[in-house]
């Protein structure tokens, strides 16, 4: 399926096929394995049902004598048993596969790996990066950047019903199940915008519960990093700072949390740097003013079931507080 947008690290991906770090491509070797043996048996079978098709006696009475033939039991015993050997050796092979493979993804060594807590919402996600001490450094939502050859923890939790993260690109799935956390190892070895989206049906809106994950060279995630840890800036224009008023004493700040000002609400996305993200709405739109807007309007319209009620903003009040939005870089 086409994306139905890129962002400005270029076209994202999302798929199996296209292994871009190394836990992804132990789980592409084993599907190789698997298809590749369970194709060979498929081959077989179909071979020696034709095979038998051709050689069945045609008519009733030959059967008949077949059948209680001492020698034609002989060969179906040895067919049989065949058949059975082939089997365990095939299905046993697969198992031993398969159990390495799991033993590989959970030996991604820690050494000096990047830690994020990672917790699913209805119906989005929240990175909460660690710093070296495991302490909350910066808190992002719906994206994660990723430094290329790193290794990075991702600590899976759940804040209401059963989520699953799902970065095909980059590994396979993990539930994320309330009251548990599970831990995800992965390392992204090419720089690249890869999608990933939540596997598990969480409610209305499951299929619009999407991220990006965003890998790039280890000096620009740098980069990144820092400009994501200073609060935000104080806005400049008077629109802008109007817009902060706004967004003070409309309800805003009771929700959501931006550095620098008093908006400290924990319940929705942390929106300090919100303008630095390449998407809005957990992966549905691109991050764009006229996109902002509609959401801030009317968020429910776009998606039913969210928990962002609509607002009554005058359109004065909605320019001034997307222009102090556009200021949050
Ligand atoms: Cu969260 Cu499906």
């Not at 070797?29 to 179909?46: H, K």
């Amino acid at each position: 399926m086409a994306p139905p947008f890129t962002t400005s690290a270029g076209a994202f991906l999302q798929s199996v096929l296209h292994p871009q770090g190394i836990q992804a491509e132990r789980i592409w070797n084993l599907w190789n394995l698997t298809l590749v043996l369970c194709g060979a048996v498929f081959f077989l079978i179909v071979t020696v049902f034709l095979y038998v098709l051709w050689r069945a006696p045609r008519s009733t009475a030959t059967t008949k004598a077949d059948v209680h033939n001492q020698h034609s039991k002989r060969v179906h015993h040895i067919a049989i048993a065949w058949a059975l050997g082939l089997s365990a050796a095939g299905l046993g092979s697969l198992f031993a596969v398969d159990m390495l493979t799991a033993r590989q993804l959970s030996q991604l060594l820690p050494d000096d790996a990047l830690r994020i807590d990672l917790t699913g919402h209805q119906w989005w996600w929240q990175a909460t990066y660690l710093n070296s001490a495991g302490a909350p450094d910066f808190i992002v939502a719906n994206e994660l950047q990723l430094p290329v050859g790193r290794t990075v923890l991702i600590n899976l939790r759940s804040d209401d019903v059963i989520h699953s993260l799902w970065i095909p690109a980059l590994h396979g799935k993990l539930d994320l199940i309330p009251g548990r956390t599970a831990t995800l190892r992965l390392r992204a070895d090419a720089p690249g915008s890869y999608r990933g989206q939540c596997a598990e049906f969480c409610g209305e809106q499951h299929a619009l519960m999407a991220l990006l994950a965003i890998a790039k060279p280890a000096e620009q995630y740098e980069a990144w990093a820092v400009s994501q840890r200073r609060p935000a800036a104080p806005p400049q224009t008077e629109s802008a700072k109007h817009g902060l008023r706004v967004f003070l004493s409309n309800g805003c700040a009771s929700c959501h949390t931006i550095r620098g000002t008093a908006a400290a609400g924990t319940l929705g996305p942390d929106l300090t740097h919100l303008a630095a993200r390449e998407t809005l709405a957990a992966g549905m739109l691109p991050n764009q003013r006229g996109h902002l807007a509609g959401w801030i309007a009317n968020a429910r319209a776009i998606k039913p079931g969210v928990a962002m009620p609509p607002s009554t903003l005058t359109p004065n009040d909605l320019h001034s507080l997307l222009d102090f939005m556009e200021t949050l870089r």
